[in-house]
């Protein structure tokens, strides 16, 4: 298993605020696949992808990705493990709103010590006539395919995306899970999907459901439908 | 491959053009008027020090009754291991100035030309720089001096008088109406006797003496003149504040401006940190992506480190090529303005390079380090999250029941208090430096007033032999130097009155005071801190003798620190004869013939440190002033924008809830302008302390007294500016808040 997460729990809050919102979370995604985290607000999928991601630590338990231990790791060792080999995608893209969409790219292959090409990049993104425009100048799904670029151009083990189409509208939304699909398949990396949007679940090769802080439900998904087919 | 967060820069200052300019503008002349400082200073301090050796000055001189003889001479060169100068001087008065005349010299206290050249033949006379620029004099003018007349024929300094003093023991020196100058020695001798000085200057045959050799050297040196010779003065060259005053003052100057640049720069490092803080806030979800992406926390740091560093360095060079050319000429104009300095030459300073360049960076450096540092410490999470704040479960500050828009105000205050801090601690700072700016005239011309209102009487005459005059008003009176010893060697000196018991001048009722009782000036009081029933110790002056006195009382007489007490003590106490009197005090001028008379006090000589200072210092005063307003304005804009920038969502969201300008207005401009008036009241008191105490510290090293009390107009004033300056700083923010798009709230959806 590429990605191993065994009896991972956390907490938020002390003393009577004290909140269990991961519970002996054990799971695993192999190396090239694509996992979608379902569950509705609060079940916790979005502390377990930022547990993942290196960017929050587990209370309990062990995330081991392709034999490393995160949680041996200290604080410089996961800054440059996330360097090396994570991506990530947000709900909100948190594009450098003074940087143009190029340069923003360029700021996650500045991470790599052998990034993608840049321009073959842009174009598979479809944002070659946008390289040169600055986020504002930007529709929301142009936007995310910047973020989506910025995360990919160091091609990264595993692309973490959180609600990666929170914000965007239904067409945009298939845009975006096509692309992250073509990205999938033309550069291997290991995707989890944080999403409350059901429908995105065909597109993946695993799924996992979370309820409230326990995995209530995980399968392979044998009938796993290209994005473009998608429909909510 | 170059770090891609680095093409933000040029937008970043592209984006807040205004803002940096300005504060690169401010650091860039505050460096280039402290580089301008010390460049002149140093050069023009080194030029001092080897005026020394350039033009042999004197290690000490003295004043003798009559001239001294051969014998003498040889026998005082052979014991002391010194040799011997006459530089005798003769005075003359053209008007209200006084010229003290020398001979060419030669020997020794050489003279440094400005401008023209020395006298060659009789009738030309070269004077003081300074003197001159006063008295609007130039080359070619035409003085007349003892009934002759003198052409004008070089502006020189002496090397022995860098400030003009009269009298070593003058509280200040007097530029305005006193001159030092030369003739030739033919010239010289034309000139009447009546006011002939015998003055002698020495030097010490072994030059490598310690300070502690010359120093006993010199009593040495004294005891022998008390015990041969009737001595009327005595200078060692350490103590002689016309060869001193200048050099000290450019030393302390320097100090001065150093502590004003670096409080302007931790400042400006921590808008500049607090700026940073700002941005990282605004654009925390893209820190905490960077960081989640790999970003490493240095790299972050030195990111946002990267603009300021870049700013405060282009600032500090640009700063200092400013000081070594433009600044350099001003300030070197300021001493010339207030000094009789020799010529000087620039020199590089790597002490102001390092001072004026390296240290300012290391500053800004470490200061915005450790903010920033600690600011990245938060995790990505925290960041994404906009989580920023270090304490957890923060709770909201209780707020009384207060109306609604005075609750909302204090909430923003709270929000941006460590703001408004730097912004309390800029006003404050900018505050000492406006009263300094505004306050000094009005204390010089209060002072003057004081002096004139409190006069005693239009003319003082000191005379040489005891003569009876006609004129009933005229009183007579008693008068002697005494010194009090202070631990720095300037003594301070004391004036001895004896007065009539029913004095018409003076209103002090001596019956019933006991042997040892006397009045004192008020000045006394209030320099040593003394209050009636404690007593004080003064000595002669070149003798060992002391007198222990105890105060009566104080009498306002703020011209000099003074000892007033019964004709007849006097005469009792300093071994006089039963008639025996020093002068008269009187209104009306003595038809009294000039040999007779020592000294004749009119106001101008009463005024004379008042005179000076305002002669000398007004540019600074004003410099000062200019500076300070600057300071204020430019800091008060730059938090108060910041505070406004890290509150345009929520302005956003007010403009969309339907509030009209005015009351966003009452809201955000009037918090600011709240911690602004709460400032400037803490500060207008607080600069007055600080000033008074500061003014204390000064005075105490100098000899004499001048009391420092700002007119309460001018602490009106200084508030009057400060709510001035901030209205126009409120009306931009307004102008910045009508800006503000209703769909900034919009945009930022999370």
Known sequence: ?232 | MKNPLRKRLPRELKDEFGKYLVIFLFMTLTIGLVSGFLVAGKSMVKTYNDSFEEYNIEDGHFILNDEITGTLQNKLEDEEDITVYSLFYKEEEEGEHTYRIYKNREDIDGVSVHKGRIPEKDGEIAIDRKFADSADLKVGDKVTLDKKEYEITGLVALSDYSALFRSNTDLMFDAQNFTVAVVTPEAFNRISDNNLKYCYAWKYDNTSLTDKEKKDKSDDIKTFLAKNAVMTDFVPEPDNQAIHFAGDDMGSDTAMVMVLLYIVIIIMAFIFAVTSISTIEKESTVIGTLRASGYTRKELVIHYMELPMIIMFIGAIIGNILGYTIFKDIVAAIYYNSYSLTVYTTIWSPYAFVMTTIIPCVLMFVINLFMLTKMLKLSPLKFIRRDLKKRKNRKAVKIPEWKFFTRFRTRIIFQNISSYIIMLIGIAFSSIMLLFGLVMQPVLNDYKKTIIDNMPCKYQYILKMPVEIKYNEAEKYAITKLEMQRDNGLNDEFTVYGLNEDSQYFDIDFSGLKDNEIYVSDGVLDKYRLKKGDTITLKEKYEDKEYTYKIAGSYVYPSSLAVFMDIDRFRDDFDKPDTYYSGYFTDNELDIDEKYVATKLTQNDMTIVADQLTDSMGRMFYIWLVFAVALYMLMVYLLSKIILEKNSNAISIVKILGYKGNEIMRLYVAATAIVVFISLVISVPLSDFTIGFLWRAIMGTYPGWLAYKAPSYVLVEMFVIGVAAYSIIGALQYKKIRKIPMDEALKNVE
């Open chain 1, 1 to 232: 298993m590429f990605l191993e997460i065994e009896k991972i729990n956390k907490y938020y809050g002390e003393g009577e605020n004290r909140n269990h919102v991961l519970k002996d979370v054990t799971t695993g995604v192999e190396k090239g696949k694509i996992c979608v985290l379902l569950g509705p607000s609060g079940s916790g999928k979005s502390t377990l992808l930022n547990i993942i991601g290196g960017i929050d630590e587990a209370d309990g338990g062990n995330i081991i990705i392709d034999g490393a231990k995160l949680e041996d790791m200290k604080e410089k060792q996961l800054s440059l493990y996330r360097r090396k080999h994570l991506g990530y995608v947000f709900q909100m893209y948190n594009l450098i709103p003074n940087l143009t969409v190029k340069e923003n790219i360029e700021v996650g292959a500045y991470l790599s010590d052998s990034p993608l090409d840049l321009n073959e990049l842009l174009n598979t993104l479809g944002l070659w006539e946008h390289k040169d425009k600055l986020p504002n100048q930007l529709s929301g799904g142009q936007q995310q395919r910047t973020a989506i670029g910025r995360a990919i151009v160091k091609n990264p083990d595993i692309l973490i995306c959180d609600e990666p189409t929170g914000a965007l509208d239904y067409n945009t939304s298939k845009e975006i899970l096509q692309l992250i699909e073509k990205v999938n398949k033309q550069y291997g990396n290991t995707i989890i999907i944080v999403t409350h949007n059901d429908a995105i679940k065909n597109m993946a090769d695993k799924v996992v459901h979370l309820h409230d802080g326990r995995i209530r439900k995980e399968y392979d998904n044998e009938n796993k439908i290209p994005a473009e087919q998608l429909e909510w």
